[in-house]
Every structure is written in C-alpha cells, then in structure tokens.
C-alpha cells in the first residue's frame, strides 16, 4: 500500500512545526496580553451539540463519528421493518444517523465553548475572557487555503454587551497581523443593519437566504448573488432594491449615513447602525492603524450571529478570510443558560502559515531548531562536552551533542544540512587549554573562546 495523507489534511516537517509554532505563539502572547485565559474542550462533541448551530450548508460539513462496537447489529437496520418506516431517502437518512452515530468532530471552536461556559457556569467569574487554540474538522472540498483538517486560534468574551469588547477584538487583530508583518483589511458589517435591510426591501422571512447568498460574493461574484437570491425565492423587485445598498459608496460615516436613511422604517437596522458608529469611534480612539472598512456585502453565513461581524483579508497574496468572528447574543440559550452575550474571533492558522509563506516573512531565527552542535570525538571527549552544554541550556540556547564519534566532515555536514549557525569543538587540545573553539557555519569562521564567554559567542544564534 502507497502511504498518502487524507485529502485536505497535511504533514509538517520540523522547519513547519517551528514556523507554525510562531505563530501561534504570536497570537497567544496577544491575547495573553489583553487578560484572556486558555481553555481545551475535546475534538469530539455530542451530535446534539453541533446540529443545527452552523445553518444549513455548515451541518453538511460536520464529520459524523461512527459508534463504537458492533453497532450495526443495534440499529435494526437490517430488519424489514425498518426499512418500511423509513422509505424516504431523507427519513431513512436521518433515522440511520442517529443509530448509528451519536457524535461529531467539532466543526469550530465557538460551539465547544458555548457548551463549556453552560456546563462549567458555577467556575466561571463573569465577563469570562478566554483563549483557544486546536484543530477543527470540515467535510469541505479540499482547494487552496482550505482543509479538512485545521487550526483555529479562538478569543471570546461572554457575559458582557459592551461594544468595548468588539473594539478590543479589532485592536488584537492589528496588533497581530503587524507582529507578523501581514498587510490586511479588516472588513466589519453588523448583522442587525442586514437583517434591516432584508425589513426594507419587504423580505424580513427570508434573512438567513439572503444572508448565505451575500456571503457568496467573494466566490460567486454579483451575477452569481443575483441568481442564488432568485434561485432562494427572493422576488426580482426586492433584489433590485437590495444592490444599490450594498454598493453604497464613500468612507465609513458616508456609508452610514446613507444606511441611516436607507434603514429610517426600521429599528433594527437602526440600532445595527448605531452599533457600527460606536465599534468605529472607539477603534480610532484606541490608535488602531490598520485598515478598517465597512464592507455592506460581509454577511459571515453562520446562523449564531446577531451584532458586529469581521472578516479579514490578506492585501499581498490572493487568500480567503484570514481571521472572521462577530457577536452572538445568545449562543448558551441552546444549551440552558439564556441572556449570555458573546463576542469572539478567529485567527484561521493555516492560511496564515500559508500567506506568512508567499510573503517570506518568517524570521531567519526559525530556519534551525538547534543553536549549537558540540562535536562528538569519543567517549572521553564527549564527556568535556556536557558542562558547557548544559550551561547554554540555562540560558535558554538550544543545544544537541552528535550522538556518536564520526568523521569530522560527517558532522559538520549534519549541522550544515539542518541548518545550525555554529559548531563548538572541544578536543584533547582544547580540552588542556582551557577552550572551545566555535565555528560559524554560515562565514566558516573559527575562534577559540573561554566557557564562560561562549554564551557572548553564540548569542548571535538566538
């Protein structure tokens, strides 16, 4: 059997891992810094848990776990009077899942920790600020910038409306992308102002069709809008109503107030207005210099959110959504917990790796995980080895001795190939003067050094 990976997921090498290890140390230190707290929640969730949550095309998407054991023998499915219940296809589908499968991989990390903050309510101090960063799972049709298997980097805030949460959010996302060097634009829409609009053009009922339409934009382009509002039994007049909004032209106070008086009949869409005007004002008191536009197109097709939504884009490399996220008003209702506002984002690590790699923008640092590599001359030299090499260690450099006596072009050869900035040498020689001698891989230049300067030697490594 030829060993392959599945489709949409992918193996990383050492030289991957420590760049993708950068960047998820680069978003922790971010939140950390703004008082978030890291949680886990498990890769499986309860099916009763995920259904439902993400809208139509999202439950398509989930993966379904088998149950364990011989479960077929369970189900009944074998028996004639199963089938006969159960003759329509989509009956018959349904009534078989929930057989046969009663668990799911966790689609996103926002419905986990919905379920987390109702079952862990009585440990929590509110408003809960919280971190996550792990792997999720989507039966999506593998293409560039999208995987069936891959990272999200989670931050949350529940238990609080404040729009000063929203701005936060933004301002992490700034502080983010400019650690890593990252152009973007951070496109912001409320789902109030849509669900306003869907009220004025006569259309309220359908405002989760026009939503998933909208959300196409960037795929399907207008022409593609048009046909999926049409093909969702938007009538003709409301659509022709509908784009002149969505194309409204200017900065960000033109636009809204052009929304002010595209939405005057509806309160709704008013106070979804109302909620941009103070989410901008406060981004630019906080400083925030990156771009930040009002994009009326931005709709973020899942079904939980109720407020402000965000959607960033890469301005240097062709790239999906980098990093999206919104308010939910009631996200913990479903599980028992009612009147928990929350406001989160998600940084989308894989296609950051991938932009971070178009781009070249990773600091030479990450080329070699090992620092320093002492030569191995035999077991009586190795040994002169350990004291220096645990004292660097102290000190935070990385340090590997080669792991048996070879010839000496054998050994520089590893360093070279795995990318080591410098070698240190300790023979009989070395070893009666008192020194080590340091070799810089990358100029080939040798000098000896004392042990207590060979830190000052090869701090150039870090």
């Not at 609009?197 to 006569?202: N, S």
């Not at 039994?233 to 008086?261: N, S, T």
């Amino acid at each position: 059997m030829k060993p392959s990976t599945v489709k949409g997921t992918r193996d990383f090498s050492p030289l991957q891992m420590r760049r993708r290890w950068y960047i998820f140390d680069t978003i922790r230190n971010v939140y950390r810094l703004h008082g978030y707290q890291p949680i886990e929640t498990p890769a499986m969730e309860n099916l009763s848990t995920l259904m439902g949550k993400y809208g139509e095309e999202g439950d398509k998407l989930l993966f379904k776990i088998l149950n364990s054991g011989n479960f077929m023998d369970k189900t009944g499915a074998d028996s004639e009077s199963f089938w006969q219940e159960n003759r329509e296809t989509e009956r018959m589908s349904r009534a078989l899942l929930s057989k046969i499968s009663e668990k799911g991989l966790r689609y996103d990390l926002t419905v986990p920790f919905a379920r987390f903050v109702v079952q862990h309510q009585g440990e929590l101090c509110f408003p809960f600020k919280r971190y996550q960063i792990q792997p999720v799972w989507r039966a999506d049709r593998p293409q560039k910038g999208r995987y069936r298997e891959f990272y999200q980097c989670d931050a949350d805030v529940v238990g609080s409306d404040s729009l000063n949460n929203e701005a936060e959010l933004v301002q992490m996302i700034a502080e983010v992308f400019s650690a890593f060097g990252i152009r973007v634009q951070v496109r912001i829409n409320n789902r109030k102002v849509l669900a306003g609009i869907a009220q004025t053009i006569g259309c309220p009922e359908k405002m989760t069709d026009i939503t998933v339409a909208i959300d196409k934009w960037d795929k399907i382009g207008e022409e593609g809008v048009r046909s999926e509002l049409g093909g969702r039994g938007i009538p003709a007049e409301a659509v022709e109503k509908l784009f002149p909004v969505l194309h409204l032209q200017g900065d960000v106070r033109q636009k809204l107030q052009d929304l002010r008086i595209f939405l005057q009949e509806s309160p709704v869409g008013l106070k979804g207005v109302e909620e941009l005007e103070t989410v901008f004002r406060l981004i630019e008191q906080m400083g925030v210099k990156t771009d930040c536009a009002l994009d009326l197109t931005l709709a973020r097709g899942l079904n939980y959110y109720t407020g402000a939504i965000f959607e960033v884009k890469a301005l240097d490399v062709e790239m999906g959504s980098i990093c999206g996220g919104g308010r939910y008003d009631d996200l913990t209702g479903i599980f028992g917990l009612k009147g928990v506002s929350g406001v989160g984002i998600s940084f989308g690590a894989d296609r950051i790796y991938d932009v971070l790699n178009d781009l070249n923008l990773y600091p030479e640092s990450l080329v070699s995980g090992t620092q320093v590599l002492f030569v191995n001359f035999g077991e009586k030299e190795q040994e002169w080895t350990f004291a220096p090499a645990q004292a660097l260690r102290a000190e935070g450099i990385s340090v590997e001795l080669y792991p048996s006596p070879a010839k000496l072009q054998k050994q520089f050869s590893y360093a070279d190939n795995l990318k080591i900035p410098f070698v240190a040498i300790i023979g009989e020689n070395e070893h009666q003067s008192g020194q080590i001698v340091i070799k810089d891989m990358a100029t080939g230049e040798q000098r000896s050094v004392s042990p207590q300067d060979l830190l000052q030697a090869v701090s150039s490594a870090e």
